[in-house]
Nanobody
Framework: QVQLVESGGGLVQAGGSLRLSCAAS????????MGWFRQAPGKEREFVAA???SAGSTYYGRFTISRDNAKNTVYLQMNSLKPEDTAVYYC?????????????????WGQGTQVTVSS
C-alpha cells in the first residue's frame, strides 16, 4: 500500500509558476513510476507527466517532473501557466518500471490539489 498526499496548489496569474509536491509513504517509493494527472470540470482525467524510478527529472514542455527518492517525494514544476491549466492535479504511483501514461496503469492515487490560473 502506498499513501500519496499532494500539496502546493493554489491560485496564480497567467504566466506564473507553481510547484506541486507529492509525499509518499508506505511501500518502497523508489521502485514505483510516479505520475501527475489533472482533471478539469466536465473533462476526463488526463496525463501530465511521469517519471520512472531511476530518473532525476523529465521535461514536458512547460512542466518538469522530478523525484527525490531519499525524501519519498515527487514534484511537478509548472511554468508559464495558462488558464487552460486550471484543474485538480493528482499524483499517482504505478508498479510499472517504465513511464506509463494511462490512468489504468496506476494503482495508487492522492486526493488531488486544486490549481487555478486566472487570466
Amino acid at each position: 500500500q502506498v499513501q500519496l498526499v499532494e500539496s502546493g496548489g493554489g491560485l496564480v496569474q497567467a504566466g506564473g509558476s507553481l510547484r506541486l509536491s507529492c509525499a509518499a509513504s508506505g511501500r518502497t517509493f523508489s521502485s514505483y513510476t510516479m505520475g501527475w494527472f489533472r482533471q478539469a470540470p466536465g473533462k476526463e482525467r488526463e496525463f501530465v507527466a511521469a517519471i520512472s524510478w531511476s530518473a532525476g527529472s523529465t521535461y514536458y514542455g512547460r512542466f518538469t517532473i522530478s523525484r527525490d527518492n531519499a525524501k519519498n517525494t515527487v514534484y511537478l514544476q509548472m511554468n508559464s501557466l495558462k488558464p487552460e491549466d486550471t484543474a485538480v492535479y493528482y499524483c499517482a504511483a504505478s508498479p510499472h518500471t517504465i513511464v506509463v501514461v494511462t490512468t489504468s496503469a496506476y494503482d495508487y492515487w492522492g486526493q488531488g490539489t486544486q490549481v487555478t490560473v486566472s487570466s
